[in-house]
């Protein structure tokens, strides 16, 4: 694997490897590192699909909202290299700040409309512009064939697909299925905050939402997620954000499953104090 930890060494790159081979495909996994499975499904994907991969580990400060949090974020780099090589990633970019947002660079306002408001948004203001504008740099830069990110994050999904749509830009988004840890947790960077019992107990949190799947076969949606609030809130020390079906496309709220083509059920549950996103297709 090259680290490479430059946008000029990157770009001189990629542009002997097109010249060498102009059909090659490039699968992009852009990451802030402190790897887990989940990240590596998304390695996995992109391998599997494409000629080479390259993984960015950069810890993006324009998407946090708070610099105690930023302060905080994990870099244990060199189990992520060690990760990264073992499943075979061709490239690992690890740029600097400059690198990424250069002294003349202005933070850019994308047209992302609603999607960037409501839901994750409504708690997390200019998280998503923020996203957006590292992904602008990295797509640029890169130029990928596709590139993968995980459904755990569910609106950051949907954000980049218009993002892609409104730059008209020609990379395909892929999106992987969450994975879980054996007990049913959604796998985040954020599990090893809770304690070992608490992220046994979590796993609860999918129970609900595969129930409530189920349980719309015979019911209406506001019956069927109030009974999912219900069994959530009874947890001890759980206390739900929000929990919504909404269109996939759009984010909005939906009040029955006949109300669009594609609907996700989103969840955030806060456990022991921490902030654990979910969600299921529901159709
Ligand atoms: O999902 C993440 O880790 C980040 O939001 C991303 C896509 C790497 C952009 O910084």
């Known amino acids: ?132 504008n590292v992904l602008h740099q990295l797509f640029s830069l890169i130029s990928p064939t596709a590139a993968y990110f995980g459904q755990k994050d569910f609106q950051q999904t949907v954000v980049v697909k218009k993002l892609v749509e409104i730059t ?32 046994q107990n979590a796993a609860f949190i999918h129970r609900a939402l595969s129930q409530t799947k189920e349980d719309l076969a015979s019911m209406t949606v506001a019956k069927a997620v109030a009974k999912a609030k219900q069994f959530i809130n009874a947890q001890k020390g759980a206390a739900i954000d929000y929990l919504l079906a909404v269109d996939a496309k759009t984010l909005e709220e939906i009040s029955s499953l006949d109300e669009a083509e594609n609907i996700t059920l989103l969840t955030v549950v806060e456990y022991e104090n921490v902030r654990l996103l979910d969600n299921i297709i529901l159709k």
């Open 1 to 132: 694997m090259h680290i490479i930890k430059t946008s000029d060494t990157l770009k001189k790159h990629l542009i002997a490897l097109r010249k060498e081979q102009p059909k090659v495909t490039i699968g992009f996994v852009p990451t802030m590192g402190a790897l887990h499975q989940g990240h590596l499904s998304l390695i996995d994907a992109s391998v599997s699909e494409n000629d080479i991969t390259v993984c960015s580990i950069f810890v993006n400060p324009t998407q946090f909202g708070d610099a105690a949090d930023l302060e905080k974020y994990p870099k244990p780099i060199e189990q992520d290299i060690e990760k990264l090589v073992k499943n075979d990633c061709s490239i690992l970019f690890l740029p600097s700040y400059d690198d990424v947002y250069p002294s003349d660079y202005k933070q850019m306002i994308f047209a992302i409309g609603e999607l960037e408001h409501k839901i994750e948004g409504a708690s997390r203001p200019g998280h998503f512009q923020g996203v957006c």
């Open 168 to 199: 008209d830009s020609s990379v395909k988004i892929r999106v992987v299925p969450i994975k879980r840890e054996p007990h049913g947790l959604a796998m985040s960077s954020r599990n090893v905050r809770l304690s070992a019992k608490g992220r």
